[in-house]
């Protein structure tokens, strides 16, 4: 961990991001990405922040197999991240961690995660995996799309914002390049795995259109690089009550299992024009501010898709 974070640094690369500034024993504070005109910051940010976190009070050679964690209320993109950890327990071979992630005194996202002093694992190809897979073009077949500053995206299944439909299928991975530390690349997968939602390809009449993420857990497999390609592959499972749970997994291009995921987010009412009318009535109340006219929505997608966060 080298310089200290402050509320006007950004980080401008995946392994910035995942540096943390140590504040006390069990105090740190991380740096926000530069996500321009979003105000929120990106649920698998604060995620991953408090996997690294949880992880600099275990003792080496232990690597997180497990994570749960709550999303409690909005973080902001102008606003650090403080990530205060919960020594719950060290055993033989087990250690367990709680996390909070706090901006203005309120926890906005809360974690527990498990390490594991793994052994030596045996031929690969004896392991069992059952995880459903997905017959998918190669990366390079696939169009570049995506909103993150962070990471290089392809959707395998399109994103459509007017017409309510958003990926369940990309392809993903870092920017840059990442050191050799498999905790930071299980940090890498924790960041990747809040894109796009498994409801995406499902019309918004059968089940609501998509909102706010409410929990997220997640298990660590086999070891792959979140700066080689890591294909993120989610799918519907039950949506009742104005939510929706999917589950999906996180596979290297040679199709290694690197982690299942499991996600549940609420499943807002009304039809996707309303929420267009909520994205103009901001830019109208922001122009205002700014003393400008406002731009309507052909301009703010295109100023979207130009601005580095929106490649």
């Given at each position: ?38 105000r ?12 690294i ?5 275990v ?27 919960d ?16 901006q ?33 073009p190669?990366?390079?077949a ?46 890498g997968l ?7 939602t ?40 039950k ?5 929706g ?25 009304g ?14 109340e ?7 006219e ?6 703010l ?7 580095p966060?929106?490649?």
């Open positions: 961990m080298n310089e200290p974070a402050n509320e006007l640094e950004l980080a401008n690369d995946l392994g910035s991001l995942l540096d943390l500034e140590r504040v006390d024993r069990d105090l740190f504070r991380g740096r926000n990405a530069n996500f321009g005109p979003r929120t910051l990106y649920g698998g940010q604060v995620a991953a922040q408090c996997l976190a949880a992880a600099a009070t003792e080496e050679g232990r690597l997180p197999h497990s994570l749960h964690g709550y999303f409690l209320r909005a973080g902001r993109s102008d606003l650090p991240v403080i990530l205060e950890v020594r719950d327990r060290d055993g033989r071979s087990f250690s367990a961690r709680h996390v909070n992630a706090v203005e005194g309120e926890v906005i996202f809360s974690m527990i995660t498990s390490f594991h002093a793994e052994s030596e694992a045996g031929d690969v190809d004896d392991a069992f995996d059952g995880a459903p897979r997905r017959e998918v190669e990366p390079a696939t169009r570049r799309g995506g909103w993150n500053p962070l990471l290089e995206v392809r959707e395998v299944t399109q994103t459509d914002f007017l017409k309510g439909v958003f990926t369940d299928c990309v392809w993903a991975r870092s920017l840059t390049r990442l050191p050799d530390d498999p905790l930071v690349h299980r940090a924790t960041y990747m795995s809040d894109i796009g498994g409801f995406g390809q499902k019309p918004a009449a059968l089940v609501g259109r998509g909102g706010p993420s409410i929990d997220h857990a997640m298990w660590f497999q086999e070891h792959i690089r979140a700066d080689d390609w890591v294909l993120v592959d989610l799918r519907p499972v949506a009742r009550s104005a939510r749970c999917y589950e999906g997994s996180l596979r290297g291009a040679d199709g290694s299992l690197g982690a299942t995921l499991y996600q549940e987010h609420l499943l807002l009412p039809a996707l024009s309303e929420l267009v009318e909520g994205v103009l009535r901001n830019e109208a922001v122009a205002a501010q700014e003393g400008r406002p731009r309507d929505l052909e301009e997608q295109r100023a979207h898709r130009e601005h966060a929106g490649r």
